[in-house]
T-cell receptor, first 109, second 115 residues
Framework: DAKTTQPTSMDCAEGRAANLPCNHSTISGNEYVYWYRQIHSQGPQYIIHGLKNNETNEMASLIITEDRKSSTLILPHATLRDTAVYYCIASAAGNKLTFGGGTRVLVKP | DTEVTQTPKHLVMGMTNKKSLKCEQHMGHRAMYWYKQKAKKPPELMFVYSYEKLSINESVPSRFSPECPNSSLLNLHLHALQPEDSALYLC??????????????FGSGTRLTVV
């Protein structure tokens, strides 16, 4: 799996969009970008994944650059319940999921 | 049912005890996983079962013994653990198959303390 790099931490304001960046400059053509989050003392929660195209679901949007070397997870209207550690993972389909350090996101009132 | 259920939620055991962690899913997923997570660290993969067969063992010490009795159940048998094995143990499942794309569903974990 390709290595991913994320900021260690970031704050965002409640009600505003939260933009979480991830670099994966060595990603292979068959590797997807997955995002998970882990709220304190709970198991990780799948958010979204994508290969080339931008993706949107009820939780978030995933924007992948055309060269696929980086991506951004967007939480459109952050709430206090979105405070969590967010993990960006590059992995081929069917491969094991390997977590990196993630970004600790604090949503402030 | 879209959940992975882990029991017990908390477990305290002595270094000479034998205990088991249990994980159950009824989503028809054919791949199941055990992860270990120390405080303030990311989850680390321990074992992968694919179609009820052990496919990956990440060099885990033999005091941890996984078992997959059927496609819905995954156990982790613990014996002669050390205090440094205290951690949150997470179970996950996914559709499985080398060409399947999709997210993992994680349970809430078992918080294990070895005394």
């Amino acid at each position: 799996d390709a290595k991913t790099t994320q900021p260690t931490s970031m704050d965002c304001a409640e009600g505003r969009a939260a933009n979480l960046p991830c670099n994966h400059s060595t990603i292979s053509g068959n590797e997807y970008v997955y995002w998970y989050r882990q709220i304190h003392s709970q198991g990780p929660q799948y958010i979204i994944h994508g290969l080339k195209n931008n993706e949107t679901n009820e939780m978030a949007s995933l924007i992948i650059t055309e060269d696929r070397k980086s991506s951004t997870l967007i939480l459109p209207h952050a709430t206090l319940r979105d405070t969590a550690v967010y993990y960006c993972i590059a992995s081929a389909a069917g491969n094991k999921l390997t977590f990196g350090g993630g970004t600790r996101v604090l949503v402030k009132p | 049912d879209t959940e992975v259920t882990q029991t017990p939620k908390h477990l305290v055991m002595g270094m000479t005890n034998k205990k088991s962690l249990k994980c159950e899913q009824h989503m028809g997923h054919r791949a199941m996983y055990w992860y270990k997570q120390k405080a303030k660290k990311p989850p680390e993969l321990m074992f992968v079962y694919s179609y009820e067969k052990l496919s990956i063992n990440e060099s885990v010490p033999s005091r941890f013994s996984p078992e997959c009795p059927n496609s819905s159940l995954l156990n982790l048998h613990l014996h002669a653990l050390q205090p440094e094995d205290s951690a949150l143990y997470l179970c996950a499942s996914s559709q499985g198959g080398g060409d399947r794309v999709g997210g993992y569903t994680f349970g809430s974990g078992t918080r294990l303390t070895v005394v």
